[in-house]
């Protein structure tokens, strides 16, 4: 079946510093690859998404490339801010997208220090 | 996207009683689905509600336990039943578009059982 890895926190990093949270999948296919962010007493937004290999999803300053080769699905943002505080998860769908639920990873809570 | 109102937004039950769980989606949407979120993990699909056929239950959850309905495009509802200690979680609604691959979700529902 399916499932998402990505590395678990907290990760506390100081503002303006460089971020990035792994993510690994397993899944049949090629799936559609997503981030999601949940901040303090929200529900969840999407971040960002690709649906094929060597897409990149980008928004809010944040990145994030498909690997098919090394099956990743990384976060990166080059200067993060008090206010990207929030838990972020990694998820994926082997249908091309909205056809089918999403599989998620266990989330990683970032906190970032002014 | 579409705007989706979940409700409620939290509730205390005792254990042994049911509780039914309300998403309305602002348009017609095919593909509904809904999650479960026990405190500290990842989300975790229960089931796909489409309109006009049954829910299709994932691994581990079933009818009995977590009955769905699905009367029309905008609505569905999710019974949590006989409820269990165990079962105190956040329930969360999504839908699913086929045009661009994404995902919405409702703001969730948070459960205590007693």
């Known amino acids: 079946g399916n499932s998402v890895t990505q590395m678990e926190g907290p990760v506390t990093l100081s503002e303006e510093a460089f971020l990035t949270i792994n993510c690994t999948y397993t899944a049949t296919g090629y799936p559609s690859l997503f981030w999601y962010v949940q901040y303090p007493g929200e529900g969840l937004q999407l971040l960002l998404k690709a649906t094929k290999a060597d897409d990149k999803g980008s928004n809010k300053g944040f990145e994030a490339t498909y690997r098919k080769e090394t099956t990743s699905f990384h976060l990166e943002k080059g200067s993060v801010q008090v206010s990207d505080s929030a838990v972020y998860f990694c998820?994926?769908?082997?249908?091309?997208?909205?056809?089918?639920?999403?599989?998620f990873g266990k989330g990683t809570h970032l906190i970032i220090q002014p | 996207s579409a705007v989706i109102s979940q409700k409620p937004s939290r509730d205390i039950c005792q254990r042994g009683t049911s509780l039914t769980i309300q998403c309305q989606v602002d348009?017609?949407?095919?593909?509904m689905f809904w999650y479960r979120q026990q405190p500290g993990q990842s989300l975790t699909l229960i089931a796909t509600a489409n309109q006009g056929s049954e829910a299709t239950y994932e691994s581990g959850f079933v009818i009995d336990k977590f009955p769905i309905s699905r009367p029309n495009l905008t609505f569905s509802t999710l019974t949590v039943s006989n409820m269990s200690p165990e079962d105190s979680s956040i329930y969360l609604c999504?839908?699913?578009?086929?045009?661009?691959?994404?995902?919405?979700f409702g703001s969730g529902t948070r459960l205590t059982v007693v």
């Open positions: 348009s017609q949407v095919t593909m």
């Open positions: 999504s839908v699913g578009y086929l045009a661009n691959y994404g995902y919405t």
């Open positions: 998820a994926l769908t082997d249908s091309g997208g909205g056809a089918d639920g999403l599989t």
